[in-house]
């Protein structure tokens, strides 16, 4: 049977680019988190940068450090809680500039190209919570990001 005309818009299994796996080793990403989904335009022609994954495990240790990039980005912690969405199930450390928010609800962050954002810390997990990063680029690596002293 002939392949369905946009079956290629649907991305159900799990493709890491080559810097994503570099950057999860190195940072023992799976000692915390669990990736769901990676979607970038080499998964999907056109496709922009689209990253989800599940935290279940608290870190004292920076997940990302602070940097700046010249996309828009939009950074999401989903509490699953279906009695009470709004509650994070923990908390995360997230810095815009030189201002630390500690997380406790669901929200999204809207980081517009050129603002400094991270480090990201998970500093307490009760229970597994959504991590959603959107970004405006077809890629995003260690090439259009720049990497800034906290």
Known sequence: MAERKYEKYILS?????EWARKWDKEHQYNERATRI???EDEMIKGAFSVI???????TETEGSPAHDHDFDEVVGFIGCDPQNPQDLGG???FW?????????KSCLIYAPAGLRHCPL????VDRP???????????YDKDNIVWAAH
């Open 96 to 104: 815009l500039e030189n201002e630390k928010y500690m997380l406790t």
């Open 121 to 124: 810390i998970v500093k307490r």
């Open 37 to 39: 989904l990676w979607l």
């Open 129 to 139: 919570f959504l991590f959603l990063a959107i970004s405006l680029t077809s890629k």
């Open 13 to 17: 299994d799990l493709k890491l680019t």
């Open 91 to 93: 908390e995360v450390e």
């Open 52 to 58: 989800c994954s599940w935290y279940w495990k608290a």
